[in-house]
Nanobody, 124 residues
Framework: QVQLVESGGGLVQAGGSLRLSCAAS????????MGWFRQAPGKEREFVAA????????NYADSVKGRFTISRDNAKNTVYLQMNSLKPEDMAVYYC?????????????????WGQGTQVTVSS
């Protein structure tokens, strides 16, 4: 089973940037599609972005398109989420997760392994 550890969260002012990282254990990282989700207090966990195993395909939630960029480095077993122009509504705990395939890419139940999350706080 893959273990995931997120890092890079913190407090930032609106309009600022953060880069989240998700480090995976094991030697099978390059076989997995990777996703980022977020959950704000009192809300459902929602899809943010995903990247295919090779990195050739990406997908973003409409709310973050043009501001967030997902990338991965298979040699380092790490996936990243570069977040620019942050807004107060981006404030949440951010989770990375693994899955195989690309169908229903935004559906959280398709993802099997989850990290513990990293808090992102955006002050207005």
């Amino acid at each position: 089973q893959v273990q995931l550890v997120e890092s890079g969260g913190g407090l930032v002012q609106a309009g600022g940037s953060l880069r989240l990282s998700c480090a995976a254990s094991g030697r099978t990282f390059s076989r997995y599609t990777m996703g980022w989700f977020r959950q704000a207090p009192g809300k459902e966990r929602e899809f943010v972005a995903a990247i295919s195993d090779s990195g050739r395909m990406t997908n973003y939630a409409d709310s973050v398109k043009g501001r967030f960029t997902i990338s991965r480095d298979n040699a380092k077993n790490t996936v990243y989420l570069q977040m620019n122009s942050l807004k107060p509504e981006d404030m949440a705990v951010y989770y990375c997760a693994t899955r195989v395939g690309w169908s229903r890419i935004e559906t959280k139940t398709e993802y099997k392994n989850w990290g513990q999350g990293t808090q992102v706080t955006v002050s207005s």
